[in-house]
């Protein structure tokens, strides 16, 4: 949406702008969120944002982006991908059991619900899932070259049902469904992805 911003850490003004969005969006939903607030908390005047973003829809994908960026690049840290490309994926869905329902999920839940009624919240959760999208389309692409995943299955169509089950994950969490256990679920994950590895003649 709009500019390529600047990177957060040649702007901490931008930085703190950016948390206190995503907290504020979190705590009262983006309809009831006022940039004055987002602005009061994080120290600054209105025209600290206007400086920077076009206005609240642009403000909310930067709050999204910066911390599907943390969750990133915390797992690959925690993670020491040394083996199949695969073994992210089985990761990546073990973590959807392990995680708890937090700010930064309620954040991109209440991005969703805004999508319907603001065409720029919709066009900027749309940036950021294709963002992930080209991700995962790496991951996929690579497992398919090793044979970790068959090449005959159709890429978007592995990355869409992995997009689906994170987000229906998402929806459990806003309503505290009771989620399986870490063992049977990564059981399960673990079969997945072997079952897609598997090549029919």
């Known amino acids: 949406m709009g500019t390529e911003p600047a990177d957060v850490s040649d702007d901490p003004t931008r930085a703190r702008l950016v948390a206190a969005a995503a907290e504020v969006f979190a705590e009262k939903g983006y309809d009831r969120a006022g940039v004055q607030e987002i602005a009061r908390r994080a120290g600054f ?31 690959f840290a925690e993670h020491r991908f040394e ?35 603001d065409p720029d919240v919709a066009a900027g959760l749309r940036d950021a899932i294709e963002e992930r999208r080209r991700q995962l389309t790496d991951l996929v692409e690579e497992a398919k070259a090793t044979g970790d995943i068959d090449p005959e299955l159709d890429t978007l169509s592995v990355v869409r049902f992995c997009h689906a089950v994170g987000l229906g994950f998402l929806l459990f969490g806003a309503v505290d469904l009771s989620r399986p ?21």
């Open 45 to 75: 005047t209105t025209g600290a944002i206007y400086g920077r973003f076009r206005g609240k829809a642009e403000l909310l994908a930067a709050a999204i982006d910066a911390q599907s960026d943390d969750e990133f690049e915390q797992l």
């Open 181 to 201: 256990g870490v063992e049977p679920w990564e059981a399960l994950i673990t079969r997945l992805v072997r079952a897609i590895g598997e090549h029919h003649d």
């Open 83 to 117: 083996g199949a490309a695969t073994d992210i994926l089985t990761t990546v869905g073990s973590h959807l059991v392990t995680e708890e329902f937090d700010n930064g999920q309620a954040l991109l839940l209440e991005a969703f619900v805004a999508a319907r009624r």
